[in-house]
């Protein structure tokens, strides 16, 4: 599975909109990105997955470029709540492949009010 | 539906013990997998179940077993344990090994004193 790379910290404002990047230069053909985030001393949770295309969901928006050597997680109205470790993950999906997820260290968002 | 649910949610043992952590995936999931969070290492992978069967193992000495049974449900082992065994323990269950979006439990906090 591809490395990712991502800014340790960022801040945002409250109401703003967070843009998270994401640097994956080596991702092959097959493999996606996924997002997930992890709010203190709970499990991780999904937020959103894309291939080429860009992709909308009711939580966040990720816009992934056009040679996929990068993407971007948007947040477009970032609340207190949204104070978490996002991780941005590269992996082959397949029927044949495992669940298998290769965290790095990602990137801690402090929405302030 | 319910979540995952992972029991116990915080356990102490001391060195050289043994303990079981039991993860009950969501209704209808057949994959499970497990994570170890430190502060240090972060989240690594620790193993991945599908219909009873191992899958793919991350890169932990042989002290670290698990199991799946027919109903899904999973139970991990760390036999002869060490200081640094001391982590959150994370369970994701997801309904097919391999598919986009996995879910996570809330984690066993593990001490060994």
């Known amino acids: 599975d591809a490395k990712t790379t991502q800014p340790p910290s960022m801040d945002c404002a409250e109401g703003r909109a967070a843009n998270l990047p994401c640097n994956h230069s080596t991702i092959s053909g097959n493999e996606y990105v996924y997002w997930y985030r992890q709010i203190h001393s709970q499990g991780p949770q999904y937020i959103i997955h894309?291939?080429?295309n860009n992709e909308t969901n009711e939580m966040a928006s990720l816009i992934i470029t056009e040679d996929r050597k990068s993407s971007t997680l948007i947040l477009p109205h970032a609340t207190l709540r949204d104070t978490a470790v996002y991780y941005c993950?590269?992996?082959?999906?397949?029927?044949?492949?495992?669940?298998?997820?290769?965290f790095g260290q990602g990137t801690t968002l402090q929405v302030k009010p | 539906k319910a979540g995952v649910t992972q029991t116990p949610r915080y356990l102490i043992k001391t060195r050289g013990q043994q303990v079981t952590l039991s993860c009950s995936p969501i209704s209808g999931h057949r994959s499970v997998s497990w994570y170890q969070q430190t502060p240090g290492q972060g989240l690594q992978f620790l193993f991945e179940?599908?219909?009873?069967?191992?899958?793919n193992k991350g890169n932990f000495p042989g002290r670290f077993s698990g199991r799946q049974f027919s109903n899904s449900r999973s139970e991990m082992n760390v036999s002869t344990l060490e200081l640094g065994d001391s982590a959150l323990y994370l369970c994701?269950?997801?309904?097919?090994?391999?598919?986009?979006?996995?879910?996570f439990g809330p984690g066993t906090r593990l001490t060994v004193l």
């Open positions: 994701a269950s997801s309904q097919l090994a391999g598919t986009h979006e996995q879910f």
């Open positions: 179940y599908f219909s009873e069967t191992q899958r």
């Open positions: 894309g291939l080429k």
């Open positions: 993950i590269v992996r082959v999906h397949g029927s044949g492949n495992t669940g298998k997820l290769i």
